[in-house]
């Protein structure tokens, strides 16, 4: 059970395709220990190209908010080879549209990591974690939040609406996952790999009528778990492999191979349920949700260099997409997809693989993970980083907002609110 995510200080990163490898190992480096959440100093606003893009400010149409985690570093500082390992002066930002309104700077008593994949954004909340002194710290907002024991970090959060907070930790060291609500262990895993995580395309944990959910493997078969209960999936049929589950409006899926193609089951565990060929290929898919759907997703085996699929499991169709494991989002446009680096890559979806509907493809630029993507209207929002260059926000393939320092961005989210009457 091993997760690596390559991060600052590694050597050829932005040509590498993806930025994660499965698993339970974060190769961390010794990042911030300091920092009290404040005001920040002057020259941080964010310069909007387009004032159509953002609001949380004057000038700005005020029904959508741009939040946004950024990572400033010392001016002229090469964030992409790190070679101080993190002891880098520097802070963390949190954005409402074009104004920073938190600032943690890093390097001091709070424990406060600058790796991207530890900064999470949720209901216009900053959770960030950091593992340091044998716990798990999570803060919200800059604030301590929940210190959870031993060494590790998190592959899901859920924030519930009366302010409880879900996690689901990974202990790298004996392998382990742990669910908790606040700080109560609902259940512990002595062994296991979740299955998708933060700042994947398949988020980890997830909440389905009202439970608390997540799949894991463990010696080459599948478990899913409901509000700490643990269900053993079985293959659906004689000589079938299953590659993914999940749980969706009170309704058990199961995606599985057999011979030379993925299929679905629906129905409960044993095999009075049905199941259906979706797609042919070799390659392994997962089950992604993209608004308010759920899809197969994966990498077609056309014959062809690039190219993912998503098969609706409501049978309404299947699309293709060019990029080598990209992230699966949708917007008032339909799917698209995002290649985060080697090169930058943003796809719609066409009906056959044969035919590409790319919206951009830049060399240089990186997202770091999935949760530096979201939507507005009909565009893809990302967050995009720029070795030797200011970071940027792009709508669809153009650059719409440049922060005036260099650094790089964290996490993104994008959300709707009423006008201001």
Known sequence: ?????????????????????????????????????????????????DSSS????????????????VVKVPDGYDWKRDTLAGRFSGELLF???????????????LPVSP????HHIIDGHLYTECCSGGALHILRDGEPFLHLPGEGFLKGLLAGEDGTLWTLACAPGEGSLTLRRDSETIVRIARGSAIGGLGESRPALYEDD?????????????????????????????????????WWGGE????????????????????????RLVIY?????RLVEAGGRLFAFGMSDFGLRDIAFAVAIDGSGTQYFYGNDPWLHWSEQGLFTVQGSGPLRISLGTSTPTSSNRIAEIEGPVVFTDECVASIGRDAFLGVSVPGGHPLLMRGGTAVGEFPFDGYITAVDVELSLPSL
């Open 115 to 118: 790796d991207p994949g530890t």
């Open 54 to 69: 953002t609001s949380g400010n004057a000038t700005a149409t005020p029904d959508t908010i741009i939040w946004a985690s």
């Open 252 to 275: 058990a899926v199961t995606l599985y191979k057999k011979g030379g193609g993925h299929c679905l089951y629906t129905g409960g565990a044993g095999r009075d349920g049905s199941g």
């Open 1 to 49: 059970m091993r997760r690596r995510i390559l991060i600052l200080g590694l050597a050829g990163l932005l040509g590498f395709g993806g930025l994660f490898l499965s698993g339970c190992e974060r190769l961390d480096t010794p990042f911030g220990r300091n920092g009290r959440g404040g005001a920040t100093g002057r020259g941080s606003g964010l310069a909007f190209r």
């Open 281 to 285: 290929g070799r390659k392994a898919a």
């Open 210 to 246: 009202g439970h608390i959910c997540f799949t894991y493997t463990e010696g080459g078969n599948l478990f899913a778990v409901k509000d700490g209960g643990i269900h053993p999936v079985p293959p659906p049929e004689d000589g079938a492999v299953v590659e993914d589950f999940r």
């Open 95 to 109: 954005y409402r549209g074009a104004q920073p309104c938190l600032s943690i700077p890093l390097g001091g008593t």
